[in-house]
């Protein structure tokens, strides 16, 4: 229903979509100002640092496209709204989800796909049979904790109501952190988005490996290849979050 409402306005569609590939471009637009001064940040060059981005971007938009709209569930707890979609012979989870489809959003993983495809072919890297499998895995894996981080940050607005913003602070936030190398952030950092909220196995974790860098506080190789489990991971805690929520609605104000 709302694709079709937005492809009835064909010509708003193509400027929404394109303002959301514009905004979306001025963060690589960010990147390369930085590189007009420094050849390397943090020891990685330009097309490693693209690669950074394009993966997260890419990642990123994916969840934002299926899911990005669970970031209005507070209002509907406020208002009370939420109790059309409990009636509804569909999970509330779907519905939420789908709420105010936004297709524009394809501008985002547009941007991020040129910039990523640039990237593959600047970085140098010999593409292995292994390592052209692993770029789609990563891709979906790194989408799908975006998807847990959203469903976790809507389960939190039961509790919370007005918390969209602390909720954009993981996704979005998050997004923007991982666009820069690991190597810039200090240890702590590091570590919390690599085992308290794993976004490091995003990109940061696999691009290593892909890149034949070291990868991230010292782990060892084959942790490269664990973002599909640290997805499912995600995937389990975030629907275990989202059940005790939506257990403790008593509609409008709870």
Known sequence: MWI?????????????????FTVTALDFVAILLMFSRVDALGGWPLSEVAFLYGLSCVSFGLADLAIGSMERLGQRVRDGTLDTLLVRPAPVLAQVAA???GLRRLGRVTQGALVLGWAVTAVGVDWTLPKVLLMPVVLLSGAGIFCAVFVAGAAFQFV????????????????TLLQYPPTVFGTELVRGVTFVLPLAFVNWVPAAYLLGRPLPLDLPGWVAFT??????????LSGVAWRAGLRSYRSTGS
């Open 4 to 20: 079709r409402s937005t492809m009835a306005y064909r010509a708003s569609f193509v400027m929404s979509t394109f303002a959301s």
């Open 160 to 175: 919370a109501q007005d918390a969209s913003e602390v909720q954009n602070a993981f996704t979005y936030g998050g997004t």
């Open 227 to 236: 973002s599909p489990l640290v997805a499912a991971g995600c995937g389990a």
């Open 99 to 101: 709420d105010r489809f």
